[in-house]
């Protein structure tokens, strides 16, 4: 392939206020909720609406016509939401020609 960029959306979260919500206190921790939770907080990181779309979206425009000034032949977006149910991950998904799928072990 030669150089390509890659975009990584674990990069590109949103600040944690802005992040969706979970109840800590809601979940079945076997001794009330472990002290690094309560210290992190009850940001949800683990929802595809805790990305920062709109900046996902705008690097990889700026990464494709960057790649097409260079004479690169790929742009690599990376990441466990791009594929989910959601508006912005939906938006992203549409700038890719293809998806890729990689498994561990023997293939």
Known sequence: LGHCLVIC???RYL????CPRFDLEGLPWPSGVPDAFRKRGDADLNHPGA????????DVRLAK??????????????GLWLL?????A???AALC???????????
């Open 65 to 78: 016509e960057t790649a097409r000034l260079r004479g690169d032949r790929a742009v690599i977006l990376e």
């Open 9 to 11: 959306t674990d990069d």
């Open 84 to 88: 989910a149910r959601h508006p912005g």
């Open 51 to 58: 990305v920062h779309w709109a900046k996902v979206i705008d």
């Open 15 to 18: 600040d944690t206020g802005a």
């Open 97 to 107: 020609d293809a998806f890729l799928l990689l498994v561990p072990g023997d293939c």
């Open 90 to 92: 939906e938006a992203a």
